[in-house]
DNA sequence: GTAATTGCAAATCCTTTGCAACCAC
DNA sequence: GTGGTTGCAAAGGATTTGCAATTAC
């Protein structure tokens, strides 16, 4: 895998990120410092990553895909409204072994937790939006 | 909630799912009893019956969104290559208390687990996709 | 009768792809 | 030098929206 600026930024961009950014909002990122960076390049760029597991794209439910350069097992709160995603250490989860049904299953690589609800700054808005 | 056609069948047609479908398959499937219903309108019903907390929009990382009438609390194995979805019940987890850091970040309504990797007979092919 | 729902078509959002120029190795 | 990578533009897939006609209540 070559090294080139724009792999560099976005990896940089994506690693300074608490807040699971989209392909998009990594974009807007590094433009102050890559100006001609397109948008297909950081989409190909991370997949790249994904593919060399450098980074973790997060499943979501409505827009935009998230991506997440923490790969230490870990988990996430997802907030129905906002969709504001937040990490999440849950080691007593990390601890419950697989159930049987998962081995005629197949092979399991690896096992993550959503929690699902509203943020607190939502939970105080009125009108939660649908999932 | 008023009761249509398109709505009766489009439920009916996912409640005897059992590969969690996306709009597209379930369109495909309720057409020969409903020859005209389009396929925005599947996407408005699910909508609605998302809301109405009948059915659940299942997060992917790729793809169509898929959808599930189980609304029991249960969790998914999901295969990286083919992506196939299926339902799996898992107590252990179910049971294990929230962590305390969940109360800080807002109020969860509910969590799910998903099980990543390669389903027992993408194990067998050679070559597994990225995710 | 009335407001919600539908089908159609078009628009929008997100992501991927073909291709020629470019750059890391 | 060469093959992988980029930027551009265009295509593609998935989903949403505006609107007039229709339907459940």
Redesign the interface.
Known sequence: MKLTHQRLEIYKALAASLDHPSAEDLHRRIRGRLPTVSLDTVYRTL?TF??HTLV???????GP?RYDAGMHPHHH?V??RCRKI?D???Q??DA????S??Q????????????????????KAEQPA??
């Open positions: 997949d994904e593919q973790n794209k997060v499943p979501v439910v409505k895909a709160c907030c129905a937040e999440l250490d849950w007593a989860v419950v072994e697989l159930p049904g998962s005629e299953w197949g092979h399991v690589t690896n096992r993550f937790v959503q929690l699902y609800g509203l943020c607190s700054s939502c939970s649908t999932v």
